[in-house]
């Protein structure tokens, strides 16, 4: 199948490497840009809280020693790549790291470090839930205007097979592109959440993973 990717990166890369060696031809077309924003981390925090693998790099060296909770397992392995020693995996969504995060109950201040206008639930609920909590913006994300012309004629040839989308952010920046085609393509969803962000779209169908893992999505195909 031809399968259009649309996570920007890092991530989409490493999901076309995936689809060839399924045996799909992947077709890059990211639907976010993203800009890292300068801020300031505390030097010694209880624990940091990555919700994206797009926080990674503005991570600064003086905290590769702090325990990390992330959200699933690909962000886990940016983090040990970036030199991270001590990262726990909620290996799924934001509810199942609050679960983690609040399980764990770590004394001392955590940091969420998150995209400008990210984060905002999962940092009322730890509070909520009586811990201490600082976000910080590290990257922003912006839609982009329009989708590459190659992709576009595809889209508009019915060319395209399918199309994978691993954010309800992202589902929404195509969605509101109007791309053609799409009702003779499956659109394969995260979680519900990712799903629901597509259906103004006509689609031939809808699929949404078991878990919100790339694994479980790839294995939709």
Same mark, same amino acid.
């Given at each position: +199948? ?8 890092? %991530?989409? #890369? ?10 799909? #031809?992947?077709? /890059?077309?990211?639907?976010?840009? =993203?800009?890292? &924003? ?16 797009? $926080? ?6 003086? /905290? !590769? ?8 397992? *690909? ?7 970036? %030199? ?16 983690? =995060?609040?399980? !764990?109950?770590?004394? %001392? ?8 206008? /990210? ?8 509070? #909520?839930?009586? +811990? ?23 889209? *508009? ?12 952010? @992202? $589902?929404? *920046?195509? *969605? &509101?592109?109007?791309?053609?085609? @799409?009702?003779? +393509? ?12 597509? !259906?103004? /779209?006509?689609? &031939? ?17």
């Amino acid at each position: +199948m031809k399968i259009l990717i649309t996570r920007p990166e890092p %991530g989409a #890369a490493a999901t076309a490497a995936r689809l060839v060696e399924l045996g799909h #031809a992947p077709i /890059l077309a990211p639907c976010l840009t =993203i800009t890292a &924003r300068a801020a300031k981390l505390p030097v010694r925090p209880a624990a940091l809280i990555i919700t994206s693998g797009q $926080a990674v790099p503005g991570l600064p060296e003086h /905290l !590769r020693q702090v325990p990390v909770f992330c959200v699933g397992d *690909a962000t886990a392995g940016r983090l040990r790549q970036a %030199g991270f020693t001590s990262v726990e995996s909620a290996g799924g969504d934001a509810r199942d790291l609050l679960r983690l =995060i609040t399980a !764990r109950r770590l004394p %001392g201040t955590h940091v969420l470090v998150t995209g400008a206008g /990210l984060g905002l639930a999962l940092s009322g609920q730890l509070r #909520a839930a009586g +811990m201490k909590v600082l976000r910080r913006v590290v990257y922003a994300t912006r839609p982009v205007s329009a989708l590459e012309a190659p992709v576009r004629a595809a889209l *508009a040839a019915g060319q395209i097979d399918a199309a994978l989308f691993f954010s309800a952010e @992202t $589902a929404t *920046a195509f *969605a &509101r592109l109007h791309p053609p085609g @799409t009702d003779g +393509m499956n659109g394969f969803a995260l979680s519900p959440a990712v799903a629901d962000a597509l !259906r103004e /779209l006509p689609w &031939r169908a809808i699929h949404v993973a078991e878990a919100p893992t790339e694994a479980d999505l790839l294995a939709l195909l």
